[in-house]
Structures are given as C-alpha cells and as structure tokens.
C-alpha cells in the first residue's frame, strides 16, 4: 500500500517536444505529491509539487495533472529542453507517514 | 542560507572497516531522511529520524547499519564491518515538518569499498 508506480523507466524527446512522465499511488492517506529532479553527481532537488485539492498545477513549462479518483498524477515538461536532461522521480506522503518515492525516470531531451 | 550539507562527498574505506557519515540539515529543520542509491537505480529509503529519535527505520539493515540525531551536532550514518555490496551513494535529506513538507536533500556521499 506504500508503493508509487512510475512510469516510463527512461524517455527520449526532441528538443521542443512534451515529455510526459506518470505515477500511480495506492495509500488514500497520502495529500502531497512533489516532483524532483537529480542531475548526475547531484542529490534530488524539489521541481514542483501538489496537493489533492486541485487537479492541475503549472510552474513555467512543468505541470502537474492530478486525478484523485484514479490515484494517478503526472508531470509534462513543455517545450523539452536539451537541459532538461535529467533523473525524475516522483514522490507521495501525508501526516507522519515517511516519503514514498517511484523508481525514477531518466529523460534524454535530444537537440 | 546553508542547504543540507554532507561529508564527506567521498569515502574509500577497505572491507570490514567503519564507515561514517554526516549530515547537517537546513538550519531548523528537525527532520532526517537517509536514502541510499546505486548507480541508474532510484532511491531507497533507510531511515527516517527526528531530534534523538528514530521514526522509521524499516529499509535499513539489521545488521552492520546505525543511524542518529542527537540533538546537537549533525545526524550520523554508520556502517560496521563495510562489505563491496555497501558501495553506493547515501543522500540525506532534511524537512520542517513530517509528511507534506518538501524534502531538501545534500549532494550525497559516494561510498566505495575496496
């Protein structure tokens, strides 16, 4: 009940194009769900996050789709980037439980 | 404003030596996660502390693995006896608040055992 689902394990765009990565949750408890980005030699770092009241969450050219009834969210990187290169990972939690991470998604944006 | 910050940022030590790590949270956080990564594989979580307590501790080993928070001084990542399979990068990352807080996390140590 404490897994995160994500999906796809690597993505290849082209430069301008949308990348679109997908996480699936089970534990009804969790109430935010942030996203974060790793760079190579790097730790995590916060990209933007959610919670359950709102369906939809944009900052700049990243948003977030929410849809509680399925227990899904997703994260769209508009305009992809050559720098957008990176590991992301998907994450849920709530009230004491400790943060659940997916299993991460490298995305290659090529020129 | 200082981040997470983690030392070392790499660390050889010989099989059946100790391993220590430290990490000092953003000022006022009093929260600790520590993940453990391998190389292209995602994060897997270790333990979870908060000042001079252990929340979670279900993904560290039983054996050979410790973790602290004291309530002064950083939190402490401890390996005994370190074997080849410990060789990996341990991230640390610290929050305000349980839960829906963001995490921040330091650049990881990279431990490796020869």
């Known amino acids: 009940q404490q897994q995160v689902k994500q999906s796809p394990q690597s993505l290849i765009v082209q430069k301008g194009g949308i990348s679109i990565i997908n996480c699936a949750y089970e534990n009804t408890a969790f109430d935010y769900f942030p996203w974060y980005q790793q760079f190579p030699g790097k730790g995590p770092a916060l990209l933007i996050a959610i919670r359950p009241d709102v369906s939809e969450k944009k900052e700049g050219r990243f948003t977030i789709s929410f849809n509680k009834s399925a227990k899904q969210f997703s994260l769209h990187i508009m305009d992809s980037q050559p720098g957008d290169s990176a590991t992301y990972f998907c994450?849920?939690?709530?009230?004491?439980?400790?943060?659940?991470f997916g299993t991460g998604t490298k995305l290659q944006v090529i020129p | 404003n200082a981040g997470v910050m983690q030392n070392p940022r790499h660390l050889v030590r010989r099989r059946g030596q100790e391993a220590r790590l430290r990490c000092s949270p953003v000022?006022?956080?009093?929260?600790v996660y520590w993940y453990r990564q391998l190389p292209e594989e995602g994060l897997k979580f270790m333990v979870y502390l908060q000042k001079e307590n252990i929340i979670d501790e279900s993904g560290m080993p039983k054996e050979r693995f410790s973790a602290e928070f004291p309530k002064e001084g950083p939190s402490i990542l401890r390996i005994q006896q370190v074997v080849r399979g410990d060789s990996a990068a341990y991230f640390c990352?610290?929050?305000?608040?349980?839960?829906?807080?963001?995490?921040?996390f330091g650049n990881g140590t990279r431990l490796t055992v020869t």
């Open positions: 990352a610290s929050s305000p608040a349980d839960g829906n807080s963001p995490l921040h």
């Open positions: 994450a849920a939690s709530g009230g004491y439980q400790k943060v659940t």
């Open positions: 000022k006022g956080h009093s929260h």
